[in-house]
T-cell receptor
Framework: GAVVSQHPSRVICKSGTSVKIECRSL??????MFWYRQFPKQSLMLMAT?????????EQGVEKDKFLINHASLTLSTLTVTSAHPEDSSFYIC?????????????FGPGTRLTVL | GQNIDQPTEMTATEGAIVQINCTYQ??????LFWYQQHAGEAPTFLSY??LDGLEEKGRFSSFLSRSKGYSYLLLKELQMKDSASYLC??????????WGAGTKLIIKP
């Protein structure tokens, strides 16, 4: 149980295009989902917290107009990187916290590796 | 500010035991997590401690001392597949996870 999927797993795009990444909780409902970014040899950096039915909460320094988050249902959150640039190339990972979680554990998706040319 | 400290890198021998330490200073405490992350993959959950003491799960054990702001992850009977980064994360009073930079564990035959 507690499986989180991400799609796509890998994407290469041209500079200036937009990329959408989907995060789904497959066998549980997730009121809250989290979007992280991880650069090589660095730790996870929380970008934003996504709550179903409300606006996402962005961390300081993360541009909300560039990284659009939509949490349309209890099992799906999407991150759209708009007008992507090479410096946006990174490993993007989502996680989901079950509505019935006892220890607030976050279940991670497999990640999406974005390369912007 | 909030801070999680853990060693950058450790090396151990196959079959041996290794202890990875983590110290933290956070605004509030709602539990400490250890995750394993292989290169190019997402983190996978290893353990959760919210009360003081030792939690044992197979070859892996995790210890917590809230008064000292300290935890360790103990790995026994090391296997080559245990080569990975081990991330310590603390959940603060807002239920946000504060992440350490991770400890890269290198296992040698």
């Amino acid at each position: 149980g507690a499986v989180v999927s991400q799609h796509p797993s890998r994407v290469i795009c041209k500079s200036g295009t937009s990329v959408k990444i989907e995060c789904r909780s497959l066998d549980f409902q997730a009121t809250t989902m989290f979007w992280y970014r991880q650069f090589p040899k660095q730790s996870l950096m929380l970008m934003a917290t996504s709550n179903e039915g409300s606006k996402a909460t962005y961390e300081q320094g993360v541009e909300k107009d560039k990284f659009l988050i939509n949490h349309a249902s209890l099992t799906l959150s999407t991150l759209t990187v708009t007008s992507a640039h090479p410096e946006d190339s990174s490993f993007y990972i989502c996680s989901a916290r079950a509505t019935t979680s006892e220890n607030n554990e976050q279940f991670f998706g497999p990640g999406t590796r974005l390369t912007v040319l | 500010g909030q801070n999680i400290d853990q060693p950058t890198e450790m090396t151990a021998t196959e079959g041996a035991i290794v202890q990875i330490n983590c110290t933290y200073q956070t605004s509030g405490f709602n539990g400490l997590f250890w995750y394993q992350q292989h290169a190019g993959e997402a983190p996978t959950f290893l353990s959760y401690n919210v009360l003081d003491g030792l939690e044992e799960k197979g070859r892996f054990s995790s210890f917590l001392s809230r008064s000292k702001g300290y935890s360790y992850l103990l790995l026994k009977e090391l296997q080559m597949k245990d080569s990975a980064s081990y991330l310590c994360a603390v959940m603060d009073s807002n239920y946000q996870l504060i992440w350490g930079a991770g400890t890269k564990l290198i296992i040698k035959p």
